[in-house]
């Protein structure tokens, strides 16, 4: 099993910054791909960004390209979303995710692992 546990949402206006800290514990070394994910109130759960522990392989989903940045700290297990410029839009639980094959991207299903998820409200 792995655990995850996300950190640093809150609550900020428009135009404003937070990271997000997602830290793993548990089997990490049965996990390739880290993700992070958010859902919005009365929407489905939505791909924003992965990396891979080894290094590369980094993705975005387009509304956030530009102003999202995520990073790993392999020594301790953590990955960070960088959130720039935030927007009303932004405004959901976001969610850490861990893949057990290197393939895993945008869809939900190809995680195996979720933290509970951290609220971030972004008012206008």
């Known amino acids: 099993q792995v655990q995850l546990v996300e950190s640093g949402g809150g609550y900020v206006q428009a135009g404003a910054s937070l990271r997000l800290s997602c830290a793993a514990s548990?089997?990490?070394?049965?996990?390739?791909?880290m993700g992070w994910f958010r859902q919005a109130p009365g929407k489905e759960r939505e791909f924003v960004a992965r990396i891979r522990w080894s290094g590369g392989g980094t993705a975005y989903t387009d509304s956030v390209k530009g102003r999202f940045t995520m990073s790993r700290d392999n020594a301790k297990k953590t990955v960070y979303l960088q959130m720039n410029n935030l927007k009303p839009e932004d405004t959901a639980v976001y969610y850490c995710a861990a893949g057990t094959s290197d393939y895993a991207f945008a869809r939900p299903s190809q995680y195996a692992y979720w933290g509970q998820g951290t609220q971030v409200t972004v008012s206008s």
């Open positions: 548990g089997r990490t070394f049965d996990t390739y791909v």
